[in-house]
């Protein structure tokens, strides 16, 4: 096992009266910033739900909305102004992954002089923050009790991630009522995420690390058994609620205490950087993304390193035989989950051709600096066999 | 699943050099009370180190050794005085479960004017505390990232446990090295505490928890692997690893998340209470006690509502059948898991008669306001009975 330090210091307020009791944590704000996207709170009831909330608080707010998925830098930075503007004291994100990223880089933001795409850069890490709270609607990023925000750049197609302290939200309201009105296609998008944060942090070579092991395949187990059973049953509480809460619990770094890293987060991580690209190029759904790398990441690094591949199958899924054989058979049962939840297992479904295929490899390394993957350590080449393979 | 609030805010230090960065932690305080029991961390080179970085800091410091296991009440008395005298405003303590929970209640008894005995007869819950710092020696009770102290009463035969979120540390100190001198029936007494913790969390009757007892699973699979070579392979930094980190883990309360409970903490937990009076009684280790408590406990409620006992046996010892066949083997699965790692699983074993059964389950009944148990409730001659079963 790998040394660590691990703290999560955000409060978790799960139910079916999560905004109430998350309203009151803003008691003493003096301007309450609400950022959201494109508007489906106005229609699921949520918005008028907290506005009415802050206002039997007498908590003064102001509004800033149209975050899109994969937020692109200028709205962090027009929402940067705002909140200063406004005299804002509190950054309060209603919506998804998206909204909560791009939160963040505005909460910081604020206190930062440059232009917040330093933090993205990795020019600059942000040391301070106004406090930010969540209200979740789409189960899948984590963003809502993790320390990381991802944000785009549309001029320079980069989609970059940043890790600050500052950036843990004070709060997670999570009301899986919020979900109910998800589409199918999004609800899978975001299980497919979930399921991402699980594998990456699976996918070391550290040779002792069987308890995370073990909470992984759980969460594992969770997403693969419920994901399915949301999109049959949109508005079953508790299947929402187990979805939900697995979106946390995936992302909240517990389960990659003591795993081997490239840079301080346990995992892999290769798949999503290699996502990313496409998400960046194509404006892709990340889940839809990632439901299509995934398993061709899995038939790159099977052939070198089917230990862990084999593992996993054998416990989650019950395969039987040497590890080659339970390798492919497990990366054929993700394949067959993602299938069942209407999502994409090759590009060509995502109508995406080869085009930029070398451009994307590159920059999926240059974004760690040479130092791609962990499980398997990924040239420039095996990236553009990766997309290859999931043609 | 059952609306929760969940917050840990302890930071986990964990690996090899764990003490170099928790003392750093405490860089700006005036006085370090550093609270230890009778005497093994001077044994076992833990004290030397604690106290070199404390000079090396320049951090000045008062010690108060003694703490015994089940703490008694009054070396909380005399840990407030000597806080006071000392103006310490930090807390550190120094070994297993017992001294930590000494610590927090010193911690919290210099900010209150009465008897801290108050804390744990429930006559008043603390609301603030000196901030409290651990150095875990002995996997096991979870009290170092808990916000729950277990005192004992040695005049009043009882020992009861105060829930304060200003109980919570600011960090734990996870050096799995500190525990390669632990003694074979300690490392089993807490692999014991830390099973017991799990399983409490696991019986409850909530129709959809799912994701929470797939992790608490993956806790017990761990501890049900590792304990044993912990006992074989002291020195494997590993295996002491998952150990250490399984205990914790059972303990923070991520795995009761959603699940039914008495009062806050989700989980059954009447094999502790239960437990508690024998330790109260006769002064046995605890995890000896629970070793012996919960399979009787296990026989009692099997006839009542075997439907957990009989998923877990599935899940985690692959047993097949009906569900009371299935209840009835994971019944035997952790009688033998204690009988391997050298616990008893009958009274007899512990030489403790029957003479108090009708008084240690009045007390137990009591404590819980006669609301004992979640999973099946009980009634003072239910207690009994499972007093009887484990003779």
Redesign the interface.
Known sequence: ??????????????????EE?AVKEMADCKKVLLIYGSGSIKKNGLYDKLTALLKGENIPFAEFSGVTANPDISFVREGVKIARQENADFILAAGGGSVIDAAKGIAAGVYYEGDPWDFYSKKHVPQKALPIGSVLTIPAAGSESSVTSVVSNSVTKEKNSCSAACFAPKFAALN?ENTYTLPPYQTACGAADMAAHSLERYFVNT??C??TD??I???L??VI??APKAIAEPQN???R??LM??GT?AHCN?LD??RESAKGRGGDWSSHNIEHQLSAYYGIAHGAGLSVIFPAWMKFVKNKNPRKLAQLGRRIFGTVGGDMECAEETIVRFEEFFKKIGLPTRLSELSIGDEFFGEMAEKAVAAKNNNLGVYVHLEKGDVEEIYRIAQ
Do not use: H, S
């Open positions: 096992m790998t040394d660590f330090i691990y703290q999560n210091t955000t409060k978790i307020i799960f139910g079916r009266t999560a009791i899986p040779p002792c069987d308890l073990r909470l395949e759980g969460a187990q969770t058994e419920f509480y508790d299947v609620a187990e809460w697995a619990i517990i205490t003591g």
